[in-house]
């Protein structure tokens, strides 16, 4: 489309829509559901309605503000936008100037740049868009995006390939279970931490053996140290410890960590490359970044049954404060997805 105006499925009844939004940083209780504007898709961009919306921890952390150093980028008092939610599966509704490729009615998968998805309607790079297989359900492709990418950027940070043995720290949470699911999907052999109570989960995933990160870290004899890569999402552990986890010639990936309100991981992520300087044993920090070509592999993947998005509980649009307030606890074994109004009113017909 080379107009000038967006071309529209049919014409919006309102100006506004219900939208979970916040004027100030904090903890859940700052998200309200009120009312904002429709956004209109400017050039390059499509406006989609939104049908499911996976919430993740970056969520949490625009939310509250958190570390201080992302401000300058998300906003210094309030977030910019003010809607949380990133991932997203959703029905184009109207495509802005210069959109080609996607017209109104097409049905997609997308990492939404800053949030937006715990609203009516969204707006979207067109150029981050994926189309969604018929045969995969909104509220599984909505699991996908962020934590999936993550997970197989890690991958392919650390070289993991068939034949390896892999041990992925933070095995239950979003990224751990696709780490899993992934990292055996290529033929290695994984081991995982993770809590005691998901230890049957990680290894249905497909971990060959599982320990409880509570008696069990890095450093533990029960580990050994002859890992070709260990994925470490939990970011918690003593950089000394993960070096010692894997052999010559392996590497760490570093897909977060733990830090101070005001730097976050920026302590650590610059140690790690102290250490790695020279070293048979790198520490390898993962920026992660959205890749429609991975995300397309996703979402084959995940239609054909090859890869199952662990969905701890999904939570209506009504209550989507409640589901931010379970992501924030920290707790959710895999995925939270919110659905949206017109996909509860199917599932209940």
């Given amino acids: ?102 017209a109104p009615g097409d049905e997609v998968v997308c990492e939404l740049p800053a949030g937006g998805g715990l609203a009516a309607y969204a707006v979207a790079p067109a150029k981050r868009l994926v189309r969604r297989p018929a045969a995969l359900d909104p509220t599984v492709a909505a699991a996908l995006p962020i934590a999936g990418g993550t997970a197989w950027q890690a991958l392919d940070r650390g070289g993991v390939s068939a034949g390896q043995r892999v041990l992925v720290i933070g095995a239950s949470g979003g990224v751990g279970t696709f780490a899993v699911q992934l990292a055996t999907h290529r033929g290695a052999e994984v081991w995982a931490l993770c809590g005691e109570r998901n230890r049957a989960i990680v290894e249905e995933l497909g971990a060959v053996r599982t320990f409880d990160y509570r008696s069990v870290q890095p450093g533990s004899a029960e580990l050994g140290g002859d890992f070709d890569v260990v994925i470490d999402i939990a970011g918690t552990a003593p950089l000394r410890a993960l070096q010692a986890l894997v052999k010559d010639g392996g590497a760490v990936v570093l897909v977060s960590g733990e830090g101070g309100r005001v730097l976050g991981p920026v302590g650590r992520l610059a140690a790690a490359s102290l250490r790695s300087i020279g070293s048979k044993r790198p520490l390898r920090p993962l920026a992660a970044v959205a890749k429609t070509d991975v995300l397309s592999r996703l979402l084959e993947l995940a239609a054909s049954g090859a890869l199952r998005p662990r969905i701890e509980r999904t939570y209506p649009f009504a209550e989507a404060g409640a589901a931010l307030a379970h992501v924030d606890g920290g707790h959710a074994v895999g995925k939270i997805v919110v659905i949206h109004p017109d996909d509860i009113a199917q599932q209940r017909s």
């Fill in 1 to 102: 489309m080379t107009d000038s105006t967006p071309e529209t499925a049919a014409p919006l009844s309102t100006d506004t829509m219900p939208a979970w939004h916040q004027t100030r940083y904090g903890g859940p209780e700052a998200v309200t559901l009120g009312s904002i504007d429709v956004p209109p898709p400017r050039g390059g961009e499509v406006l989609l309605r939104l049908r499911a919306t996976g919430l993740n921890n970056g969520d949490i952390r625009v939310m509250r503000g958190e570390p201080l150093l992302v401000r300058p980028a998300f906003g210094w008092r309030r977030p910019r936008q003010p809607v949380r939610g990133m991932d997203a599966a959703a029905t184009v509704i109207a495509a802005g100037p210069d959109v080609v490729g996607f």
